[in-house]
Every structure is written in structure tokens, then in C-alpha cells.
């Protein structure tokens, strides 16, 4: 079984993010929640939107959390490649791998 969880991550390149910050915060108007040096969330209903500075980025890109109960077993039933090189998972909870259109996905255990 694979459902949505609770995290959408907005990778954005360094000359991009204190706009794309002040947009989502003043112009949309949402509601701020975390504030790191380099990463804002927002809640975006009963998600978290997440937009993170990415100096090596050169154009933005949208990552998504999926719950899952078997990360391999979601990983063979979406035929998608393991693509743990992207981001270390610092509590070892999930796989990173991406759709056909090259969208990062975030499988773990919820």
C-alpha cells in the first residue's frame, strides 16, 4: 500500500529562494512553521511545504513523500530506480527513488 504523507519538498536554486520564500509567506499568505539557514516550511493544510535552498540547483524541482508499508515492495511495484544519492536520510526510515518524469519520491514507513 502507498499513500501521500505528510512532506513536499521545493528544492530551489540560491538565487531564487528569498523570493520564492516571500512569495509563498506574503503573497499566498501561509503560515510559517519551521526557519533554518538554508530550509522554511510552511503548513499547506495538513501538509508540510518545505522550500529548501539548493546552491547546486539550477532550475526548481518538486520532491514527494509517499508512506509506504514495504519500501522495496513499493520500489518494485513502481518499477523505480533506488536513487539513495540524492539526499542522505538521516533516520535511515525510506528510499529515495523518482517517477517516470523524473520527480524525486520519498518512500518510508510512516
Known sequence: MIKPGNNIAMKVPTFKWA????F????????????????VAF???DITLWID????QSQTDIWLELFTDSTNK???QLGS????ELEEIK???GQWTSDPAGTVLLLRKE
Do not use: I, M, W
Open 74 to 76: 513499493a520500489l518494485e
Open 43 to 45: 503548513a499547506f493544510g
Open 19 to 22: 523570493e520564492t520564500v516571500s
Open 91 to 93: 533516520d535511515g526510515n
Open 24 to 39: 509563498y509567506r506574503d503573497e499566498v499568505g501561509l503560515e510559517q512553521t519551521h526557519e533554518s539557514k538554508e530550509s
Open 81 to 84: 530506480p533506488v536513487r539513495n
Open 53 to 56: 535552498c539548493v546552491p547546486a
